[in-house]
Each structure stands twice: as C-alpha cells, then as structure tokens.
C-alpha cells in the first residue's frame, strides 16, 4: 500500500511538472510574437585565393648570415687637389651622406667624405656599389664583413641608373646568388643589408610594397627608374648595399630614400637585380654600359589621355615621338601607338618598359604588342644604340 502511494505522489509530481513547462512554454511563445522580429541581414561574400595563407614567420638568420659576408663598407674621400677643381653642385643624394662632408658645409669646395655599403659580385673583387657613394671620391676604402681593409679603385659608373662598380685586389671572396627581381611579388619578405649611420653589418627587415616606381630623383630624360619600394628600414650608409629575398638572395640595391628629413620615414627604393646584373656585367666587360635604345619619345597612358584617345583602357604607354633613325622607326612603331606589351610582359607604366629594355643588348631583339587603331598588333623591334 506504501509503494502504490509513492507511485501516484511520483505521477502527479510528473503531470504538474509537465503542465507547469508547457504554460512556461506558452507564455514565453506569446511574448515572442509582441516582440518585433530581429532584422535578418544577407551577405554576399567573395573570396579571392582562398587558399589557406601562410601565417608562420619566417626565420631569416640564414638569409642574415649569407647576406653580411657579401657586403662590405665604402669609406670615400676626395682630395685636396680634386675638391680645388671642383665646382659647388647641388646633389640629389646628399641625404645619403648629409650636408657636411669632412667639416665642410655641402657645396663648399673643400674635400668632401662619406661612407656607404657595396655589395660583393664576383668572389675576385669586383663590387657593387651606387654611383653617388663614389663619384667625389677618388680615394676608395673598402672593409671586409671580417674587418680586413682594402684600396678600391673604380671601374665604371652609369650614372642615369645611380650604378657603379669598383674592385679591390682580393681574391675567394663571399658572394650572393642573384634573384629574379621579376619574379618578386608585392607583398614578399625582404632585408636590406648595410652599414646605415657607420653602424656595420646591419639587417633589417620589411616587404615589397611597390615595383616599377620612378621617384624622379636621377636626373635626364632618359634615366632609368624602375625601383623597388620596400618599407625596410634604409639611413644614410645604406646605400650601395644589398636587398634580398628571404632566401637570401640578392634582389636589389639600395639606393634611395623618400624623406624630408635625410632619415628613413617608412619608405626605401631598391634598384632591381635584373638592371643591376645587366649593366654590372656590360661595365667589368667593356668599361661601360652598352645601353640600347628603342628610340622614342613616351608620355604615361592615364585616364584623361585615354578619354582623349578614344581608347577603353587606360594603362600603358603612349609613344609620342619617334626619333630619326632609331630602332622603333626601323620597325615600324608610329606616333600614338600604344605599347602594352613587351616581350611577354604586360606594359602598364614607364619604368615597366624601360626596365625591360634596359635588361636587353644591342642587336637584341624585343617584341612589342601595341595598340593601334582598334587591334593588336606584334612589332618585333631589333635594338640599337644611340
């Protein structure tokens, strides 16, 4: 009789529990529907290379190490007897070395000194270097990553691309393998190896953050600059010196700096291997750059100019002029052709071009696509010099 007792109390426990749920139920639905409904957003998203990304660090103590022993510190002066001959010039790079050369305020004809970085290219001694690190100077010094000295005397400069090359007497020396700086992407890793502020084998690290930039800073109309822009830290006594790529190969030279102050503000500019290596060689085998010309005159192809043109695009180069016995006339490019193309490569800006012509030798051979009258045409162009 007990147990039956227990069971019914256990039942109606259940019933009034059950009941009490469901009027909770009830109410809380009631409430639900005096509430306004929640506002339902729809989203459209696109993902471009959804590929996983690749988030680890990367470790660039080998690239470090390899790099350090390939490049050197230039000490350079200029004599008494040079700086008399001299006269007073404004120079474009003197945020490299500051406005006081040896005691002397800048422009004054009294010797002038400063330091920079090279870079070791071929293990017998030639070096890289920037033209405006050597070209005051005839009194070269240059010290090892293992601190020996040596005597430099230069071979050759190029002045429209800022490029120069020395050698010392010295033979087994470290170099850097060279990198496609074709190949290299907006985005990747790099580090810029030098002596900044007399502050020797120094690395520091930043991305691509631009190719093809032309920051108007060598003089001439037909200079070339198709700089690197990294946001790797560059000072004063960098220049001259190495950019890698994160396997420490060699990827540029650093050359210059956008300031208003003479220190780095979060941009530098690296001259691509691929000039470097070009007019490097040209200048250990023939004393001088045998530059090649396509022998016309270009403006930038913009927006205003392409509403002007009639054209549906607007990136590439407009040839503007074309000179009298040059290789472009011979080939039968003419005014108002639309280069977008050069060998393969897609030509949307100026310093696109010039760097890729600049990589070409006399007697080679370029292919042009351009843009005129509503088709593409192929206009194979043999180089000549001017």
Aim: hydrophobic residues 40%; without cysteine.
């Amino acid at each position: 009789m007990e147990v039956m007792k227990r069971f019914f109390s256990l039942v109606l426990a259940g019933i009034i529990g059950g009941a009490f749920t469901f009027g909770l139920m009830q109410l809380t639905q009631d409430n639900e529907k005096t509430r306004s409904p929640a506002p339902y957003y729809a989203r459209q998203t696109n993902y471009l290379n959804a590929a996983p990304v690749n988030t680890a660090p990367f470790d660039f103590t080998e690239a470090a190490r390899r790099s350090t022993q390939a490049v050197v510190h230039i000490s350079a002066k200029e004599s008494k007897e040079k700086a008399a001959n001299r006269a007073p010039q404004n120079d474009p790079f003197r945020f490299f070395f500051g406005d006081d050369f040896g005691g002397f305020p800048f422009g004054n004809p009294g010797p002038r000194q400063g330091t920079g970085s090279g870079v070791i290219y071929i293990d017998n001694g030639y070096i890289i270097t920037n033209n405006h690190v050597v070209e005051f100077a005839d009194e070269l010094e240059v010290t090892l990553y293992d601190n020996r000295k040596f005597k430099a005397e230069v071979v050759g400069t190029y002045p429209k691309t800022d490029l120069a090359v020395i050698k010392i007497e010295a033979n087994n020396l470290p170099t850097l393998e060279i990198a496609d700086s074709d190949e290299a992407q907006v985005g990747e890793w790099v580090l810029a190896v030098g002596n900044p502020l007399n502050l020797t084998s120094t690395v520091t690290a930043g991305i691509i953050s631009a190719k093809g930039r032309d920051i108007n800073i060598i003089e001439g109309a037909d200079a070339i600059e198709s700089f690197i822009q990294t946001d790797a830290a560059v000072n004063p006594g960098n220049s001259g010196g190495a950019l890698v790529d994160a396997q420490g190969r060699l990827l540029g030279i650093n050359t210059a700096i956008s300031t208003q102050t003479g220190f780095f503000e979060g941009y530098s500019f690296a001259i691509p291997s691929n000039i470097v290596t070009k007019i490097a060689d040209d200048i250990i085998e023939y004393g001088s750059y045998q530059r090649a010309y396509l022998g016309v005159g270009i403006a930038p192809l913009d927006d205003a100019y392409a509403h002007k043109l009639g054209l549906n695009f607007s990136q590439g180069v407009v040839v503007e002029s074309i000179e009298d016995g040059g290789s472009a006339q011979y080939a039968g490019v003419l005014p108002k052709d639309v280069i977008i193309a050069a060998n393969g490569r897609a030509i949307k800006s100026i310093p696109e071009l010039q760097e890729t012509v600049s990589q070409a030798k006399v007697g080679d051979q370029i292919d042009l696509i351009v843009y005129r009258e509503g088709k593409n045409l192929e206009v194979p162009v043999v180089l000549r010099s001017k």
